[in-house]
């Protein structure tokens, strides 16, 4: 059985909507945010107390995107995998990656100086200097999904990495500069049950 560390809002809904997605088991196990802090008990699990955490055996892993390949490399025979002979696997390794290298991660800039640092060390000009790297990312993002649903043709977990950076960004209202075709995409993958039933996880 797979043990996931989770908590609402964080990288771990890579992990949780994949799940999902492939129907494989696990013990989903919530913890409050941020859980260095609110549940130190954590860091006898997970050393660093970083979200997401995955144990699967003798396996432990906390790179989103590392469990999402892992989940579907072990579990889903690569029903969510682009294979190397395919066209679209370029764009598939791309996108998988371009969901945290140049849209999560810039985000997660935002939050801690915007919202997480003390307000005496919060730093308004940096933070939106990230904001504005991340919109400045999307029109990439509109150019690859014209004319079509998904990023690889069919559903991947490029699309699960890519969609839960464009969900991170509801919550500081970023979301509302999207372009109208990342918007319509993002309301497309929030149509699927499987992220459905993630989202309704706390």
């Not at 970083?50 to 989940?71: C, H, K, N, W």
């Not at 509302?176 to 995409?185: F, I």
Request: one cysteine or more; glycine letters at 8%; a negative charge.
């Amino acid at each position: 059985m797979i043990d996931l560390y989770h908590s609402a809002g964080t990288r771990s809904l890579r992990c949780l909507w994949a799940l999902e997605e492939l129907g494989v088991a696990y013990q989903l196990h919530s913890l409050p945010f941020p859980p260095r802090l609110k549940a130190p008990e954590f860091l006898q699990i997970n050393p660093a107390g970083t979200l997401p955490f995955m144990v699967d055996g003798d396996t432990r892993m906390s790179e989103s995107g590392a469990i999402l390949q892992y989940l579907d490399s072990r579990y889903g025979e690569g029903e969510l995998s682009v294979e190397p002979a395919s066209a679209e696997f370029g764009n598939f390794l791309e996108f998988l990656h371009f969901g945290e290298a140049s849209l999560a991660m810039p985000q997660s800039v935002v939050l801690r100086y915007q919202y997480f640092m003390p307000k005496e060390l919060r730093q308004p000009a940096v933070a939106k200097d990230y904001q504005e790297m991340v919109l400045g990312r999307l029109p990439r993002l509109e150019q690859q999904l014209a004319g079509r649903d998904y990023l690889c043709g069919e559903f991947s977990l490029a699309d699960i990495s890519v969609g839960y950076a464009l969900i991170l960004g509801e919550t500081f209202g970023v979301s509302e500069h999207y372009p109208e075709g990342v918007k319509a995409y993002l309301s497309r993958l929030k149509e699927r049950a499987a992220l459905q039933r993630a989202l309704e996880k706390k």
